[in-house]
């Protein structure tokens, strides 16, 4: 089972909006150099919705590719329709990857039933550990907990990404946890109240920017050194709030950017940091140590 820091990465670009593959190579390297626990590669937040399947399918193969074994990967393979859902998912065990991350259905505001049986086709169609994706605010479609419990019997159902943030939710969803099956947070902010009531980690844009204090975050937090682990959230929860002063991945791209890791590039119809916002970042990326 996974657990730890798990880095929803970016996607780099070049200026003309092509894979920039040589900088997606260092990324990861940089990544398991600051002891990142494992990476998602075209996540939401590496600009999935914006990818064509072919550019899907390669980067997850570049990230499997440099990450040679040394940490899990995890691809990101959801749609709003289920047959593609199952596409880019038979793509990324073909690519190796170690397990899938689906976002719920976004815009089609499925019925529960309608999101069980879309898993489910899914985890029965394409043998490979797989973790579900909730992130109402994103996809207006909120799959509830009796439903995850529902898709928690599936086997190779194994987890849930969770980010309504909401501590009430973490706790019904933690009750539903056993060695098979994990509740993740995707919501940094609050990863350290889900911990405590029996989390096992986090799918992280922070981490693309702190990947070593993550790291180092959740595993004191993991091994019951909660003052050691709040020490540093404080310090990072700049970087938690304002990297979504706009439209997650616009501000996380822009610090990364700012890091000398990856081109400022893109892609429409997302647009750069405006620059209103470009101290706002910067200075969490100075309370967190990182710039």
């Not at 929803?8 to 040589?22: F, G, K, Y």
């Not at 096992?200 to 993991?222: E, W």
């Not at 990072?236 to 002063?245: A, I, P, S, T, Y």
């Amino acid at each position: 089972m996974f657990q730890g820091s798990m880095v929803a990465l970016v996607t780099p670009m070049n200026e003309d909006d092509s894979i920039d593959e040589t900088s997606l190579r260092h990324l990861v390297d940089y990544h398991i150099d600051n002891q990142t626990d494992g990476i998602v590669a075209v996540g939401t937040t590496g600009e999935s919705a914006t990818l064509n399947h072919n550019e899907h399918c390669e980067v997850v193969r570049i990230v499997v590719e440099q990450v040679a074994g040394r940490v899990p990967v995890i691809a990101g393979t959801g749609s709003n329709s289920t047959a593609e859902a199952i596409d880019y998912t038979r793509c990324a065990v073909k690519a190796g990857a170690d397990a899938c991350l689906l976002v719920t259905p976004y815009y089609n505001k499925p019925t529960q039933e309608g999101l069980y049986q879309h898993y489910k086709k899914v985890a029965e169609t394409v043998p490979v550990p797989q973790l579900l994706y909730n992130v109402p605010g994103r996809t207006a479609c909120d799959m509830l907990p009796a439903t995850v419990k529902r898709l928690a019997e599936i086997d190779n159902i194994i987890g849930i990404k969770e980010a309504v943030g909401d501590v009430t939710r973490m706790r019904e969803l933690v009750a539903y946890a056993s060695d098979q099956f994990a509740i993740y947070s995707g919501d940094d902010a609050t990863v350290l109240e889900l911990i405590r009531h029996g989390g096992k980690g986090a799918i992280s844009v922070t981490a693309n920017v702190a990947p070593r204090a993550m790291h180092d975050m959740l595993k004191m937090a993991l091994a019951g050194d909660s003052q050691g682990a709040e020490k540093i959230n404080q310090r990072l929860m700049g970087l938690h709030k304002n990297l979504f002063v706009e439209a997650n991945p616009i501000p996380v791209k822009w610090a990364v950017h700012t890091l000398g890791l990856i081109s400022p590039a893109i892609r429409l119809p997302l647009t750069p940091l405006s620059e209103k916002y470009h101290d706002v970042v910067k200075q969490a990326m100075q309370q967190a140590q990182v710039l």
